[in-house]
Structure formats: C-alpha cells, structure tokens
T-cell receptor, first 108, second 113 residues
Framework: DAKTTQPNSMESNEEEPVHLPCNHS???????IHWYRQLPSQGPEYVIHGLTSNVNNRMASLAIAEDRKSSTLILHRATLRDAAVYYC?????????FGQGTRLTINP | DAGVIQSPRHEVTEMGQEVTLRCKPISGHDYLFWYRQTMMRGLELLIYFNNNVPIDDSGMPEDRFSAKMPNASFSTLKIQPSEPRDSAVYFC???????????FGPGTRLTVT
C-alpha cells in the first residue's frame, strides 16, 4: 500500500482555519485520497475524499496538489469539537490502511 | 438509521475464556469490516466481508480469531481462547457500494485479565 506522511501533532485556536498537511509521494494515478478523523473515545469518522480536483463538503475542504504528491485538509473555522486525530489514507484493494495520523488540539 | 451497532460495549474476561463480539451494520450496506485498535499498533483491519462473503482475512492475528457473517444484518468476531494481549478496542464498520466511505460503530472495549 502506498504510504502517507503526516505530522504527529498540530495545534490551533478556536474559530481559526486549520490546514492539515499530508505527503504521499508514491501515490499512483488511480489512488483516491481519503481523510478520516477520530474523536476521543469514538470510532473513526469519514471526512472527505478526492482524486485530482479540490473537494468541498459540509465538514471540510480537500486541496490536492497538481502533482498529487501532497494534499491538505482544511477546516475553515475550527471548533473545540474538531479536536481529534486526523488520518490521511490512500485507497488500495478495497481496504483502508490507517497510519498514526495527526493529533489536532484546539485551544479555546 | 441507528448507525452501526456493536455489543457489548465493554467486556472483561479472564484469559482462556471465549469472547464473542457482535455487530449489526447499517441496513443496505454491502461491506462489513472488523478493526482492532491498540496504543502500540494503532488501528488495524482484521477482516472484511462483501455481501456476507469474507474477502480478506489477512489481518486476523491467528487461529484463535474467527469471524462470521451469517446474514446481511449480523456479524460476529470470536476469540477462543482469549489472551491478555487481545485487550483492545474492536470496531465494526460498514459501507455501501463504495468501500472507502465507512461508517464505524462505537466499538467494544475488551479487557482480558
């Protein structure tokens, strides 16, 4: 499975935008990029996915580099409820392989 | 829909006992996944089913673990005999015809003493 690299942790302030980076230099042409998050004491939650174009939904935006070797998950206005571990995953063989993710802390 | 339902939410058992974890996927979903999460190893996929048929069980740790899906609305993960190193949170997830948008249950926290 192609690998992703994310910072171990990030910190931001409430009501400010948050940009969570992910590097995936070995991505293949057909790999979709998926983001999940896991709030404390809960199961992971699907956030967003994309292939080449930037994507928006009610939770977040996904910005994908032109060469597709990196992507950024954007939370436009962070709330305390967004404190979670965020996972960037490349799809493969109908399986999601979760890495260690980025632990996001939101300061009030 | 109630989402993915898992039972029990917590299980404490002694080493050597049989443990059965249960999962009810979201109605109409074709895929069902079992994961295990520990601090040391993170979130690991154990096995997944498509239309009740096991597709990939390469993540099942050893023969002590078995999973079944007798129908579209029920799956079990069984550990026999259980060992302390099996202590973890076990998640069940389901998805529709797109296997990468998965909906996770609340998990079962298993403690083996």
């Amino acid at each position: 499975d192609a690998k992703t690299t994310q910072p171990n942790s990030m910190e931001s302030n409430e009501e400010e935008p948050v940009h969570l980076p992910c590097n995936h230099s070995t991505i293949s042409g057909t790999d979709y990029i998926h983001w999940y998050r896991q709030l404390p004491s809960q199961g992971p939650e699907y956030v967003i996915h994309g292939l080449t174009s930037n994507v928006n939904n009610r939770m977040a935006s996904l910005a994908i580099a032109e060469d597709r070797k990196s992507s950024t998950l954007i939370l436009h206005r962070a709330t305390l409820r967004d404190a979670a571990v965020y996972y960037c995953i490349l799809e493969g063989a109908q399986k999601l392989v979760f890495g260690q993710g980025t632990r996001l802390t939101i300061n009030p | 829909d109630a989402g993915v339902i898992q039972s029990p939410r917590h299980e404490v058992t002694e080493m050597g006992q049989e443990v059965t974890l249960r999962c009810k996927p979201i109605s109409g979903h074709d895929y069902l996944f079992w994961y295990r999460q520990t601090m040391m190893r993170g979130l690991e996929l154990l096995i997944y089913f498509n239309n009740n048929v096991p597709i990939d069980d390469s993540g099942m740790p050893e023969d002590r673990f078995s999973a079944k899906m007798p129908n579209a609305s029920f799956s079990t993960l069984k550990i026999q005999p259980s060992e302390p190193r099996d202590s973890a949170v076990y998640f069940c997830a389901s998805s529709g015809d797109y296997p990468y948008e998965q909906y996770f249950g609340p998990g079962t926290r298993l403690t083996v003493t």
